[in-house]
């Protein structure tokens, strides 16, 4: 389990890698290069990975399957809107990377901050959706599958997005 679960993160950050390229097609959007249709295609085609990690480590028996994957494809639904809300910040920096004031930077940190606070409730608010359909156990793997998911996402994010400039 433990390889399987390495391999599959390792396969994960080679293949999400792609995303660590959002900001600098936000910044071609907003230069007219890359669409917002090309945009949210990777973003479909990053969801879908995750989705494939999560069935390749949670183990679910039909039964639990069976249950499990609306309760996911819920949950996913509602990260996807704060996904938008991460795109729409990142483009708004992209678009005033160059000319940003200490009030825009601001902004940004409030906003980014209070992203950051809805995504950790949205687990926490998740957590008993799941344990209805799996155990807790299972329930706790899962977390911990789409944490680490959204960590190997974030590092390459921020690693494609430049500081700020004093």
Do not use: C, H
Not at 11 to 32: D, P, R, W
Not at 47 to 56: D, G, L, T
Not at 103 to 125: H, Y
């Amino acid at each position: 389990m433990k390889k399987t679960m390495v391999a599959v993160l390792m396969l994960a950050g080679a293949t999400l890698v792609k995303s660590g390229v959002l900001f600098a097609q936000a910044q071609a959007t907003a230069q007219a290069g890359v669409t917002d249709k090309d945009v949210q295609l990777l973003r479909q085609d990053v969801r879908s990975q995750k989705k494939q990690i999560v069935a390749a480590n949670m183990q679910l028996t039909d039964a639990e399957a069976e249950k499990f994957w609306p309760v996911y494809d819920q949950y996913t639904a509602e990260v996807t809107k704060l996904g938008d809300t991460r795109v729409a910040l990142i483009k708004q920096y992209a678009q005033n990377y160059d000319t940003l004031t200490d009030a825009q930077a601001n902004d940004l940190m409030q906003k980014w901050g209070g992203l950051e606070e809805s995504v950790a409730q949205l687990r926490l608010k998740y957590i008993p959706n799941f344990e209805k359909v799996v155990s807790a156990k299972k329930t706790a793997l899962f977390f911990q599958i789409d944490r680490r998911l959204s960590l190997i996402i974030d590092l390459q994010l921020a690693s494609a997005i430049p500081l700020v400039q004093p």
